[in-house]
């Protein structure tokens, strides 16, 4: 885990789940603050350069000399034995990225991560899954992460399977262990379609190139594969996260920096809305309207397939005339 | 190569505009047509062979032996101090366009530049802008710009921020100053939201996670940058820009040629607006439309942020019980 010095701001516990498949014993999510290390005064820190461009001369930092840095916040989940995105799994994240976010705590950049060394997410427990999860807590939550006033970074320390890998898409940026774990979307191994919310982020994010691969191939990707595919942003632990997340230059510190100069009055949660407003309108759709679509495509495919097989005599007893 | 030489066609003139920001005393907006010197021989070689596949042997002319390089017209806006978006200039940009695309000149190639060193746009000048100006003056020229019956091609010889970056983004090429300007979209430094026609064209023509690094970190792209991640086509001025759009083999000459023989009759703007037609929608939205949907949206989080604190209490609550 972390070296690095964290104050714990609040500890949420996650109620045990019953499951055939996989069961879990109860764990918990705790937000914690990090203190990074403090800069060295003859080294300038990187976000006091926010201008680099040889044509403009010496760095101008933006808002005061030298501007700090935003507060770091580390969410951790931990939910034995795998870290399953059942409904108390997923209601306790909820309450726990809305606590920070409407608590009163300055904003700045919000890092996620499971102390759970060998899975970041091992994905939905399939076996108690219902439509009332992915409407009540699953999309809930997912909402929330996509459309978060604060820069989110998933740091992927282990294995992110199907809703897990999803979960971590649903991030701005992503950061991944460059020695374990893998990426994986595994619906074509075990027969299960994949829900309109889930492919729009996909769609979205990644080229298309790389969404078949992951879909039609159940490919499971390393971690250099990852970053090569451009899944994830970076490759490391929360360390190397905090650096690529606070450097204004050469990283993706900027957005860190102007969030936490504007507060709550940042428009960075809305600019989301926009960007991802096709992703959004996939998770806001009614249960009914997607049951009707669910149910038009399978009417529609049986159709298809009635039609195709008379196609079929058709044209092979025209062939046969023509003999 | 030696500067093309021009041959002024029309000359438009831009009022006036006042401002308490960014005033100006008007200026010009000129269409040239440029004459490529005959002693380039890339231009004769271009043309004529069409093919190098070394499957196929010999080059094979298209339309006869050395069709005629396509007309190549410039666009030159000068509305000082920095080219900022107002009004007069969207109109008589708008004119410009028109006028070439209806006045009986031959199709050929559009290049766009500004004639202020500094800037190629500062965007909108937002102390006097009004929401009626976007779908009575701003949409319709990128409409115009979008779906031009010719290729156009930006060529930004400095900044391009905001609005004077999109007004590139509605080109189908650009080309930028290697050695001056950034590319930057500042909504997020300056709390304004981004209205859904801005998005729309950024998220057609930029992979997610560039246009991520655009809007959620306001980030300023130098020349090399904007090219390596796909914002500009090639980096150079007016001379490479010529070179770009008319080598038929490495470049992106087919578009002009294959134009410049169909002339009137092409098909080229109606491909854009296949291609583009999710932007189009949103740029064809009238003001009540676009004014509703951010409405909708601002209701939508009010309610959504009143939810959340009743979750959070609710939850919160049902933690302290169980203490």
Not at chain 1, 220 to 242: H, I, K
Not at chain 1, 244 to 268: E, I, N, Q, S
Not at chain 2, 277 to 302: A, G, H, N
Request: net charge neutral; with cysteine.
């Amino acid at each position: 885990m972390s070296s690095l010095p964290q104050e714990v701001l609040f500890t949420l516990p996650i109620p045990p789940h019953k499951s055939p498949a996989a069961p879990s014993s109860g764990g918990k999510i705790t937000v914690s603050k990090l203190t990074l290390p403090t800069a060295d005064p003859s080294n300038p820190t990187a976000s006091t350069s926010m201008s680099s461009h040889p044509a403009q001369g010496k760095p101008r930092p933006k808002h005061g000399d030298p501007a700090p840095t935003p507060p770091i916040y580390l969410l951790t989940h931990h939910s034995p034995p795998d870290n399953r995105l059942s409904p108390h799994f997923l209601s306790t994240y909820l309450h726990a990225l809305l606590k920070l976010q409407h608590g009163g705590y300055p904003y700045g950049l919000l890092l996620t991560t499971s102390s759970i060394p060998k899975f970041y997410s091992n994905g939905l427990d399939l076996a108690t899954f219902t439509p009332e999860t992915k409407t009540k807590y699953l999309y809930p939550l997912w909402r929330k992460l996509l459309t978060y006033p604060m820069p989110t970074c998933a740091v992927v320390n282990g294995h992110a399977f199907a809703g897990g890998l999803m979960t971590a898409m649903f991030h701005d940026y992503r950061v991944m262990n460059p020695h374990r774990g893998w990426l994986c979307l595994n619906e074509l191994e075990f027969d299960a379609e994949l829900q309109p919310a889930m492919a729009e982020i996909f769609k979205v994010k990644v080229p298309n190139a790389v969404f078949r691969s992951l879909v039609l191939e159940a490919r499971r990707l390393t971690s250099l594969q990852a970053l090569e595919a451009g899944l994830v942003d970076g490759l490391g632990g929360v360390e190397e996260a905090v650096e690529v997340m606070t450097d204004v230059d050469g990283g993706h510190g900027r957005g860190v920096m102007v969030v936490g100069a504007r507060g709550r009055k940042t428009v960075y949660g809305k600019l989301k809305e926009e960007i991802y407003r096709e992703v959004l309108a996939a998770l806001d759709m009614k249960q009914d309207v997607e049951d009707e679509m669910w149910e038009g495509r399978r009417k529609d495919r049986e159709t298809r397939e009635r039609e195709e097989k008379e196609l079929l005599e058709r044209l092979g007893r025209e062939g046969k005339a023509k003999l | 190569m030696a500067p093309p030489s021009q041959e002024v066609l029309f000359s438009l003139q831009i009022p006036a505009h006042k401002s308490p920001a960014a005033p100006s005393p008007g200026g010009t907006i000129t269409v040239s047509r440029l004459s490529l010197t005959p002693s380039l021989p890339r231009d004769a070689t271009a043309f004529q062979s069409m093919s190098s596949n070394p499957a196929h042997g010999r080059a094979r002319p298209r339309h006869g032996d050395q069709p005629p390089p396509p007309p190549i017209y410039l666009l030159t806006h000068h509305s000082p101090p920095d080219n900022r978006l107002t009004p007069p200039f969207l109109q008589t940009y708008l004119h410009a366009l028109l006028r070439l695309q209806h006045g009986d000149y031959p199709y050929g190639i559009l290049l766009t530049t500004s004639s202020i060193t500094k800037f190629f746009s500062n965007g909108l000048d937002l102390a006097t802008f009004q929401p009626s100006d976007k779908p009575r003056y701003l949409y319709p020229l990128w409409r115009k710009l979008l779906t031009y019956p010719m290729p156009t091609c930006a060529v930004i010889n400095g900044h391009g921020f905001a609005g004077g970056l999109m007004l590139s983004m509605f080109h189908d090429f650009r080309i930028m100053n290697p050695h001056r300007g950034w590319l930057c979209l500042n909504e997020l430094e300056f709390d304004a939201e981004l209205a859904p026609a801005m998005a729309s064209i950024f998220k057609a023509k930029l992979t997610n996670s560039t246009f991520r690094s655009l809007l959620l970190e306001a980030r300023r792209f130098t020349s090399l940058q904007a090219l390596e991640y796909g914002l500009v086509d090639g980096l150079g001025g007016l001379e490479e820009a010529v070179n770009v759009m008319t080598d038929v083999e490495g470049g992106h000459g087919r578009a002009g040629m294959v134009v410049s023989v169909r002339g009137r009759g092409t098909v080229y703007g109606k491909l854009k607006e296949e291609m583009y037609k999710d932007v189009l929608t949103q740029l064809e939205m009238s003001e009540l439309e676009e004014t509703q949907i951010v409405e909708r949206r601002m209701l939508d989080r009010v309610m959504r942020d009143k939810e959340e604190k009743i979750l959070i209490e609710r939850l919160g609550g049902v933690e302290k019980a169980k203490l």
